[in-house]
Every structure is written in C-alpha cells, then in structure tokens.
C-alpha cells in the first residue's frame, strides 16, 4: 500500500512538473533510479507532500468557483429588486397621473422597502465580491504551496543523492535550491497573510449583511 502511495505521488507531481514547466528545475528520475530501495523509501513522506499540495490547489480551485456562482446569484438578487423599484416608480406615475392619493401612498411604501432592499442586495454584492478577492488570494497561496512541496521534495531527494554518494548529485546545486525555497515561503507567508486579511473583511460584510437583512 505505501509503494502505491508512493508511486502515485511521484506520478502526480511528474504530471505536474511536466505541464508546469518546471521539468528543467526537477530532479532526473535516471538519477533517482540509482538510490538504494531504502533510500526511495526514505523520500515517501516528501513525495506525499506534493500530492496533498496539488490536492489542495484543486481544492482551493474549487472553492474560488463555488465563490462566484454566489456572486452571481446575489448579482442576479440586486438586479431583480432594481427592476423592482422601475415597476414601482412606474406604477406611481400612473397613480399621480389618475391623482390616485391612497395608492400613490401604497406605491411609495413599496418603493421604501424596496430602495432598503436593493442596499442590503448592494451589500450581499459587495460581501461576495470580497469572498471571491479572498478565494483567488486562496488560489495562489496554494499554488505557490505546490511550489514549495516540490522545492522540498527536490531537496530531499538531492539530499539522499549525496547521502547514498551517487556521483550525478554534483549536478545539482543545494544552494540554489535552499534559496528558491525562501523565496517562495516568503510568497507563501505573504499569500497566507492577505487571505486572512481578506476574508475577515469578507466576515466583516457577511455580518454587516446578514444584520441588515435580519432588520429588514
């Protein structure tokens, strides 16, 4: 079961390496392929990381879509109570022109609630509006996560070359890869820092929102 694990990790994050043209910045698998059967077992863990990482883009993916199809549906809700408020606009026209005072009155009732109704959809708007910003900050930091994986997936295994003094390990550098993952654990750290600044804002206009629309 750990072997399957383990092969379909290292299929996932090929299959990623390849697509995402990093393929150049990798390990060879011809070098890989003269570690001991302890040594591959060794790299299991950092193998797994990527494939929870690139399960994690996916998910985020996912989240953001599910993000604006609520934007959507609350777009669709404020241009529905805007609509509402031409009709009623209209009808009152028609009233003043009949000098129809009661349903003059009846119709501006309406328009009142119906004028509270759009600020509140204006701000369910603007709640998701802020959910998505969130989302696609989410987006990033888990693809700069997959990154960071594959960077420390790299280094194990770089790592286990020099261990186990397979001669091909001097073709890469350890360095260079040590400081590719500062810099992106600094993106990360930077992401993960606007996504919660981001949707505590979001917090904040949902609670706004959903007071406004408990008054209404």
Known sequence: MRKLILS???F???????????LDRSVDFADLAKLSEEGLQALKDAEFEVFLANVRLARAKATESLARERLKAAEETLDKERLNLKAAKAEYKAAEAN?????MSNIEKTREKVKEAIKTAELGVKWREKEISARKTGVKKAKLGVELSENKRDLARISRLVTEKISSANKYS???????QKKNQEGYQK????????????EQLKAQYEKRAGEA
Request: glycine share 6%; net charge negative; charged share 35%.
């Open 8 to 10: 379909f990790a290292i």
């Open 12 to 22: 996932v994050a090929a299959h990623s390496i390849s697509y995402g043209g990093l």
């Open 99 to 103: 000098q129809d005072a009661e349903r």
């Open 174 to 180: 350890l360095a260079d890869y040590k400081n590719k």
């Open 191 to 202: 992401a993960m820092d606007k996504e919660k600044r981001e949707m505590l804002e979001a």
